[in-house]
Structure formats: structure tokens, C-alpha cells
């Protein structure tokens, strides 16, 4: 089945800096990449995703590339401010289920940043 | 906006106990899953239903049970609550089709003593 390897498991940036987080994969049939970032106390929320007919997407200060030869993604945050400290789960969905289909989540990424 | 909630935020129950998390949403969601979160270990999925009264086993299935009686409730089981059941749990939600969000309810930390 499939499998989302993230890395790193923390990062700790200054503001106002870049930060990146990647993640591969193993199902090359999978299409679709939808990142969550999870605030203290709440559940994760989807902030960006992308399918795997577009190599990359943006909004605002995240984007997100896609290398589907490569079968890794990542997520770019740009100009950091102190409310994007959280944890960031990458995921990906193989297309082989229903509907109801399982997205395979990452471990996990802990965004800290510095003031 | 969606709303996804879980019935209580934070549970200690005792070894052996029967334990029921309750979930539901209210955007008429087709699917919903249950997930315990560990550190380091991402999001794991415990069971999921696309439907009333139907269910499938995700990853981590052992020692729990699900139940999707209606529509708009989906009930996480633990029949006999062990230590290594403590965890946080998520519940959550998504429309049919094949890229719809999927929204998450707030946990529930469960802490089995």
C-alpha cells in the first residue's frame, strides 16, 4: 500500500524566512497531495492541496511543487510569521479505493518559529 | 462552515473499562474516519465508513469497533480500554468525490489508567 515518508520531524526558522518541508511517496498511482497544518488544541486543517496533473501550486505565502518522476513533494512557506508555527502533515491518496477513499497521512512536521 | 465535533475533549477511563467516542458532523458527509494521532507517528487510520451501517478497517483496527447508525454520527469503540490506548483521537469527515476536503473535529485525548 502506500506510504508518505515527511521530513524533517522538526524545523525551527526565523521569521520572516523560508521554510520547506518534503515528503515522498511510494503508490505512483497516487493523485492527489493535500497538506494540514494543526494548531495547538485543534484539528488539522486543510491548507493547500494538489493533484497530479499540476506540478505546482500557490496561495499567497504557501506553495506546494510536485515531482511525480520523482514521487516527492513539498511544501513552501515564505516569510514566516509566528502564526504558522504548527505541526504539518503531508498526505497522498492512491486512487485505487472508492470514493470514501484513505488518504495516507506523513509523521509530521513541527514548525517552530523564531521571533 | 462544516463542523465536525467530538464529545468530549478529554477522557481518562480505567483498564478494562468500554469505552465510546462519539462523533458527528453536520454537512450531510458521506464518509468519516477515525484516526489516533501519536508523536512521530502521523495520523493513523483505525476504521472508516462511506455509508450508514457500512465500515471497513484501516490500518489499526485491532482492539476497536465502530458504529454508524446514522447519517451524521460515527462512534469509535474501545470494548476493553488498555494503557496502550492512550492517545489522541480524531475524528473526521468528507463529501463524496474524489477531491473533497476532508475536515477534522478537534480530538479527544484519551488517557486509559
Known amino acids: 500500500g502506500e506510504n508518505v515518508e515527511q521530513h524533517p520531524s522538526t524545523l525551527s526558522v526565523q521569521e520572516g524566512d523560508s521554510a520547506v518541508i518534503k515528503c515522498t511517496y511510494s503508490?505512483?498511482?497516487?493523485?492527489?497531495f493535500p497538506w494540514y497544518k494543526q494548531e495547538l488544541g485543534k484539528g488539522p486543517q486543510l491548507i493547500i492541496d494538489i493533484r497530479s496533473n499540476v506540478g505546482e501550486k500557490k496561495d499567497q505565502r504557501i506553495a506546494v511543487t510536485l515531482n511525480k518522476t520523482a514521487k516527492h513533494f513539498s511544501l513552501h512557506i515564505t516569510e514566516t510569521q509566528p502564526e504558522d508555527s504548527a505541526v504539518y502533515f503531508c498526505a497522498a491518496r492512491p486512487p485505487r479505493y472508492s470514493s470514501a477513499s484513505k488518504i495516507i497521512f506523513g509523521s509530521g512536521t513541527r514548525l517552530s518559529i523564531r521571533p | 462552515d462544516v463542523k465536525v465535533t467530538q464529545s468530549s475533549r478529554y477522557l481518562v477511563k480505567r483498564t478494562g473499562e468500554k469505552v465510546f467516542l462519539e462523533c458527528v458532523q453536520d454537512m450531510d458527509h458521506e464518509n468519516m474516519f477515525w484516526y489516533r494521532q501519536d508523536p512521530g507517528l502521523g495520523l493513523r487510520l483505525i476504521y472508516f465508513?462511506?455509508?450508514?451501517?457500512?465500515?471497513e478497517k484501516g490500518d489499526i483496527p485491532e482492539g476497536y469497533s465502530v458504529s454508524r447508525e446514522k447519517k451524521e454520527r460515527f462512534s469509535l469503540i474501545l470494548e476493553s480500554a488498555s494503557t496502550n490506548q492512550t492517545s489522541m483521537y480524531l475524528c473526521a469527515s468528507r463529501g463524496g468525490g474524489s477531491y473533497n476536503e476532508q475536515f477534522f473535529g478537534p480530538g479527544t485525548r484519551l488517557t486509559v489508567l
Open positions: 503508490d505512483s498511482a497516487s493523485n492527489y
Open positions: 465508513s462511506y455509508d450508514v451501517k457500512m465500515k
